[in-house]
């Protein structure tokens, strides 16, 4: 066999290999980014994926095929994005008007239904000082009382919400009527965790609580302590995120003015 062969087929397996790694799925090289897939763990809800990933419960449902109750399996593995990388979230609002049918039948919480959608807000966090709300059909209250310490803002890189500071064990109360889909502390970076479904549009997810109160799967009412204040370091306070269609949008834009 000549050396010049011998070269030849080394090159070859270079290549090849080079394909393997390129080509991989993104799951398969650690990544779990929008447009590549996730394996389901121990302990792993629909909606906390969804919510972990920024898209659509609905949407992430739709693109696996998973029918109400959404009942997922530790190994299984979960496309993050529609055949062909728009997600349907992306399309309905280029496209207008999106059913509010509830995706839970007759145990969706009440406060659901719209007849028309609200415009989405602008996505800075400077909007939230013009004094201009957004109209929904959900009467929302502040979920605890205290100053807010940090705003919301479109362009950070970390979670994407607004902090509000108080004490250690201070009530936290859910915003609006809805069903406690998550509760606990799997996902990294919120502490202890509560998500509450409004609607088939409208998440909250109230994080570094040093006490969970409500168990996923419950309804609760606007106003229902649902935990008790932790902290994150040295601050006690309250990590609240609302979410539109799984995406987040600025809480002071929703909220009521505080007298």
């Not at 659509?56 to 029918?67: G, H, K, V």
């Not at 998440?203 to 969970?212: H, I, S």
Request: hydrophobic share 30%; aromatic share 8%.
């Amino acid at each position: 066999m000549s050396m010049r062969f011998v070269l030849l087929l080394l090159c070859c397996c270079l290549l090849a290999a080079c394909a393997r790694d390129t080509y991989a799925p993104v799951s398969d090289r650690g990544g779990d980014g929008p447009g590549g897939s996730y394996t389901v763990a121990r302990g792993d809800t629909l909606y906390g994926i969804a919510f972990r990933h920024g898209v659509n419960y609905r949407d992430l449902a739709s693109w696996n095929n998973i029918q109400s109750p959404y009942t997922i399996y530790p190994g299984q593995e979960l496309r993050l994005a529609a055949r062909g990388g728009r997600d349907r979230s992306a399309a309905s609002s280029s496209s207008g008007a999106r059913s509010s049918t509830p995706a839970t039948g007759s145990s969706a919480p009440a406060g659901g239904g719209r007849s028309a959608r609200a415009p989405d807000p602008p996505s800075r966090s400077a909007s939230s000082s013009s004094g201009q709300r957004t109209a929904t059909d959900i009467d929302w209250k502040w979920p605890t009382d205290g100053e807010v310490s940090k705003r919301f803002s479109a362009d950070s890189d970390g979670k994407q919400g607004i902090n509000i500071s108080g004490s250690s064990g201070q009530a936290i109360r859910a915003v609006a009527p809805g069903r406690v889909v998550y509760s606990g502390s799997g996902l990294v970076g919120y502490g202890n965790l509560v998500i509450i479904k409004h609607d088939d549009e409208y998440l909250t997810a109230y994080g570094y609580n040093e006490e969970l109160l409500v168990r996923e799967g419950v309804d609760v009412s606007v106003g229902q302590e649902i935990a008790r204040m932790g902290r994150n370091g040295s601050q006690h306070m309250l990590h609240f995120e609302l979410r539109r269609e799984g995406r987040p949008v600025d809480p002071l834009r929703y909220l009521p003015e505080r007298r």
